[in-house]
């Protein structure tokens, strides 16, 4: 006994000792990053826009388990909140401290609507102050950003993308006939084509159609923009993408497409001048972009409260991760701000492919409640589609950008099942039930003649009531919405003239008319959603050190990135009734 006890005190000391070295690292590490100085911005200084990053709509605030696996992982990759950037380059563009901006990189992720707004951005910035951007090469999204530039320059080794816009969606049918993964589909809409890809080898010829429109409408507002950037006709951008495709640097120039051919130290040498440097000087004063964007400017200068809340991801059922909408959670932030008699007004940013009808059907609730007490403006961004359209067509106004993508009116139910599969590895199962209908969401057995007749009736009802939703908040007939629905997606133009948005313009234009609906004026501060402080969450989100900057994917990488995003999207999948208002699928351009 008395071994015992000397042993067990032993090991009580060794827990005592190894606990307190715990609490004193993570108490250092807390000092380390309460004690980071802050950023400052050097006089004369270039703002440097590094494009290798992924652009967002709002800032990701991943849970703990999330920031922990980022963290083991070394970190993820770079992701700029869009409107942060685009704050940012306003307030550098009257800033006496910035004298320029340069661009460079390629983008990671960026939809054409969320190019659009930051554009624009840059485009004030230019009205102001000199901008110059360089690239070994450029990619047509990275082209229309900086298209614009007061002088564009390219690498001599490097070329422009002039080729058109590509879609080309990933099937699985037939490999899942092969390895014995059934899928049995309900739908509504000839359009709603979101289960195509787990049920046929190919595309509907109504898909196609649509796909195709979509296409040639974003590609329109791409060519219009960038002919006037360069001083050509959209017609001259066209025939290059179709006779040439890839323009090399020399006849890039020769074509106007470019200001300059120059290699990155003749490009330095000009940014020196600009920052009050010469040449032979190993260094100019410069920010990046990031880092400015994370210096509070002059604060809350307004009197009246606009809220901002966005929703951005997958609409899921629950709290959702970081990068999804939550329906609880999303729906419970607007609840907050409904209650919160400060906010005057609430600005909804949309930038979702949908999901959840469910969850969705909880959101939309909560926007027509906060309607009924103060404005609620919509901002689509890239995507604002099926669910996404469901949550946002009660707002008191609908702003959407030329090129989102929206509409997308349907609703589907996909039903699959592993028994073949299973059984041919000798895996088998038997059930006990009280009820024919006891158990039709299983996943090892197709579902009867029965069931599926059960399954369709939702699908129908509750695309009944999309309809419904649509026209009631839109002021149509619900046979008007049924013949601009059935699944079908449209551009944000084309929503415009169908009467599902009311205004285009980008989170600004919105933002604004929020202020007005308020009787703000121009006399308003924007705030966005409450977080209670998580130091668990910062001191994880330290251990995976900085953002890196990604190596660019090639042609393996995109083919199995759409791979992922595919079973991505079918793990996200877990709507309570099995039914969903989802875009027809990861729109993917090239």
């Not at 495709?245 to 120059?262: F, T």
């Amino acid at each position: 006994m008395k071994d015992f006890f000397k042993s067990f005190f032993a090991a009580l000391l060794a827990l005592m000792v190894a606990g307190g070295a715990v609490v004193v690292l993570f108490f250092g590490a807390l000092a380390v990053l309460s004690s980071s100085g802050k950023p400052t911005v050097p006089g004369k200084a270039v703002l440097v826009f590094d494009l290798d990053t992924s652009l967002t709509d709002g800032e990701r605030d991943p849970e703990p388990s999330e920031a922990l696996s980022e963290a083991l992982g070394g970190g993820g990759g770079r992701a700029q909140s869009l409107p942060a950037a685009i704050d940012a380059l306003d307030r550098a563009a009257s800033d006496s401290r910035i004298t320029a901006l340069f661009i460079t990189g390629n983008l990671q992720a960026a939809g054409p609507a969320q190019l659009r707004e930051l554009r624009e951005a840059i485009q004030r910035f230019k009205a102001k102050k000199p901008v110059l951007a360089y690239n070994m090469g450029w990619t047509k999204r990275d082209y229309y950003l900086a298209g614009g530039a007061t002088t564009l320059f390219v690498n001599p080794f490097g070329e422009i993308e002039l080729n058109g816009l590509a879609s080309e969606p990933m099937f699985f049918g037939e490999a899942f006939k092969k390895y014995g993964v059934e899928v049995q589909v309900t739908r509504v809409g000839k359009y709603k084509s979101a289960v195509e890809p787990y049920v046929l080898d190919r595309m509907s010829e109504p898909n196609r159609e649509q796909i195709q429109k979509l296409l040639d409408d974003i590609w329109g507002e791409w060519k219009d923009t960038v002919a006037k950037d360069r001083k050509k006709a959209p017609a001259d951008l066209q025939a290059i993408a179709d006779e040439r495709g890839l323009v090399e640097a020399d006849e890039a120039k020769k074509l106007g497409l470019v200001d300059r051919v120059a290699p990155y130290d003749e490009v330095l040498d000009e940014l020196k001048k600009l920052a009050g440097k010469e040449a032979k000087d190993k260094d100019f004063p410069q920010i990046t972009l990031a880092t400015y964007a994370g210096i509070p400017g002059d604060g809350k200068s307004g009197k009246t409260r606009i809220a901002v809340v966005v929703a951005e991801g997958e609409i899921v059922d629950g709290e959702g991760k970081a990068a999804q909408v939550g329906g609880e959670r999303l729906s419970r932030e607007l609840r907050r701000l409904r209650l919160d008699e400060r906010v005057k007004a609430v600005v909804l940013r949309v930038n979702s492919p949908g999901g959840s009808a469910s969850a969705s059907e909880l959101i939309q609730r909560e926007v027509i409640l906060t309607k009924k007490t103060k404005p609620v403006v919509v901002s689509m961004g890239h995507l604002a589609a099926s669910g996404g359209y469901w949550i946002s067509t009660y707002g008191n106004r609908i702003f959407a950008e030329p090129s989102t993508i929206t509409g997308s009116i349907g609703v589907f139910g996909l039903l699959p099942n592993v028994k073949k599969l299973a059984n041919e590895h000798g895996i088998t199962w038997d059930s006990v039930q009280t009820a024919k209908l006891a158990n039709p969401m299983t996943l090892t057995r197709p579902k009867n003649e029965v069931e599926l007749t059960r399954i369709q009736g939702l699908v129908d009802h509750i695309y009944d009531q999309f309809l419904a939703k649509v026209a009631d908040s839109r002021k149509m007939s619900k046979e008007a919405v049924h013949e601009i629905a059935q699944g079908r997606v449209w551009s944000g133009q084309e929503a415009l003239k169908l009467g599902l948005v009311d205004e285009l313009g980008g989170l600004e234009a919105a933002v604004k008319h929020a202020a007005t609906l308020a009787k703000a004026g121009d006399d308003y501060f924007l705030v966005g959603p409450e977080r209670e402080p998580d130091t668990l969450k910062e001191l994880l989100k330290s251990f995976g050190g900085k953002p890196r900057k990604l190596a660019k994917p090639g042609p393996v990488d995109v083919l199995a990135g759409g791979l992922f995003r595919q079973a991505e999207m079918l793990t996200s999948l877990n709507d309570p009734r099995g039914v969903y208002a989802r875009l027809p699928f990861d729109l993917e351009l090239k």
